[in-house]
């Protein structure tokens, strides 16, 4: 991580001048090399590719425990975190919070996502009819590593306010059955949170950086040389 954020940055945002009268496509003083020496290898740079428009792209880690979660505060953008419930919930915002003073995490603190499989239907029960649809297909309980909620976009919509209340910053939803579930999902959930104020009603700015509200890296060569 350490190796492929330098090469992201060993571009500064002007290096490309594009100047057709001279022949010259990037000015060389705007180019780094990153000079990486680590254990089991060695970079020397720079990369073969501009830097890119979001300055890096956000890193995102699945993390399940202590050991994963200092590696996102060391390393990512966003987590995406398996709850159980919103008390869990609670217990792993603050153990990751810990952990970034622990490692002495710099810039902004991290995006805590819930991972989360959902099978919705219009009444809990058509909801739970489905689920042992899908378990006798299966014939076995069906199961992911993250919670599997079964009910209607409403009691949803209640699940994720009530998380977002314990501390996490977003959701990750992965749904049972497509189209079925994600139709569900972008016809009903998200209408129902945003009655509540907990979904955007546009799209600020054009980079997945802006959509979720972390900035844009500065250049840490640029700086060097300024």
Excluded: C
């Amino acid at each position: 991580m350490e190796v492929v954020r330098r090469l992201w940055d060993s571009w500064q945002d002007d290096a490309e001048i594009r100047d057709v009268a001279t022949g010259r496509f990037v000015d060389r003083d705007r180019l780094h090399y990153i000079d990486f020496t680590g254990r089991w290898f060695s970079v020397k740079g720079p990369s073969i590719v501009p830097r890119p428009p979001q300055g890096q792209p956000v890193v995102v880690a699945l993390a399940h425990s202590s050991v994963a979660y200092a590696f996102a505060a060391r390393h990512a953008d966003v987590v995406l975190v398996t709850p159980t419930d919103a008390g869990h919930a609670a217990t792993i915002v603050a153990e990751i919070r810990a952990t970034e003073e622990t490692v002495g995490r710099g810039g902004p603190p991290l995006r805590i996502l819930a991972d989360l499989l959902v099978l919705l239907d219009e009444t809990p029960a058509l909801a739970r009819r489905r689920r042992a649809h899908l378990d006798d297909l299966a014939a076995t309980e069906v199961t992911a590593d993250a919670a599997a909620f079964t009910g209607t976009p409403g009691q949803l919509a209640d699940l994720i306010e009530e998380w977002h209340r314990a501390g996490v910053d977003g959701f990750r939803l992965r749904p049972a059955v497509l189209p079925d579930d994600l139709t569900a999902v972008t016809r009903a959930l998200v209408p129902a949170l945003r009655e509540r104020g907990l979904f955007r009603a546009g799209y600020p700015g054009g980079t997945l950086r802006d959509l979720l509200g972390l900035p844009r890296p500065a250049n840490r060569y640029a700086a060097a040389t300024a």
